[in-house]
């Protein structure tokens, strides 16, 4: 995985990032990156310039602001996550002293409660095997009234025969529905991979209409203040002229009585 770099508006420079982990799928040819920026940046600058970059099919997260790092947190703890299971990953930077932290504190809260599960699993199966040796002995006891049985085990073999029968047609239907269940589930999680991709444009260009509403606000505040502005010297102008009109007319009224 190549550096991420993104470009600050006319030529001032690039975004300073200050932590990158990057889980990476190389069988699916996915990613999950966490970014923590150092300044704000908007989200459809970000999206535009990781397309530019070659990513496919960006869906952007942001964290909330004064959470703690509760939402930041919960990101990079999935990326670790990931990075177990792909066991590939890329990092670069340093994170804040907080926030790794607190994907710390969880993520050791995780693994304590994995090792706790597989405990009780170790036990339970312990008390099974235990369970299962108990039996084993009561059979060794019964072993001689078994071999009193053998004649009435005989006259079963026909009956059995025609179990297996019944056994036999039934695993193709269970085998042709389990087929069925399968293509169902595939072809479920692609509508789903769809629908997440459309969420992600609609997301887009949901912020894009809100960022553009924020500079027609951000305008109209400019323009609406010049415009008192103008109104103020306009009314200095009247006044001006208006005195300058009264001393000419004193002046004119002045030189008649002379």
């Known amino acids: ?7 600050k508006a006319r030529n001032a420079g690039k975004f300073t990032i200050n932590y990158v982990h990057a889980a990476l799928n190389r069988e699916a040819y996915s990613a999950e990156i966490f970014i923590e920026f150092q300044e704000a940046l908007r989200v459809c600058t970000l999206a535009a310039q990781l397309e530019e970059q070659g990513a496919c099919q960006v869906n952007i997260m942001t964290f909330k602001n004064n959470d703690g790092n509760e939402s930041a ?17 890329y990092t670069a930077g340093v994170p804040s002293k907080d926030l790794w932290g607190k994907a710390k504190t969880k993520q ?10 597989e405990k009780n699993e170790a036990k339970l199966n312990e008390g099974v095997r235990q369970s299962l040796a ?13 071999e009193h049985i053998d ?14 029968q019944g056994m036999c047609a039934i695993i193709p239907d269970y085998q042709k529905l389990l087929k069925e269940t399968t293509e169902k589930l595939i072809h479920k999680t692609k509508e789903v991979d769809r629908i997440e991709y459309r969420m992600g444009l609609m997301t887009r260009e949901i912020n894009k209409r809100d960022e553009l509403i924020a500079g027609l606000t951000t305008d109209n505040e400019n323009l609406s203040v010049k415009t ?16 300058k009109w009264i001393i000419e007319t004193e002046r004119e ?4 009585r002379a």
Do not use: F, P
């Open 73 to 89: 947190s919960n990101a990079l703890l999935r990326v670790w996550t990931t990075v177990e299971k792909t066991g590939h990953e």
């Open 228 to 243: 008192k502005q103008y109104e103020r010297e306009i009314e200095h102008y009247k006044s001006l002229e208006t005195a």
């Open 134 to 146: 108990a039996m084993g002995d009561r059979v060794a006891d019964v072993g001689g009234k078994v």
């Open 253 to 256: 009224l002045k030189r008649a």
């Open 151 to 164: 004649r009435k085990v005989d006259t079963m073999e026909g009956k059995i025969d025609n179990v297996q």
């Open 1 to 7: 995985m190549k550096e991420v770099s993104i470009k």
């Open 108 to 117: 050791d809260a995780e693994k304590q409660q994995k090792s706790d599960n």
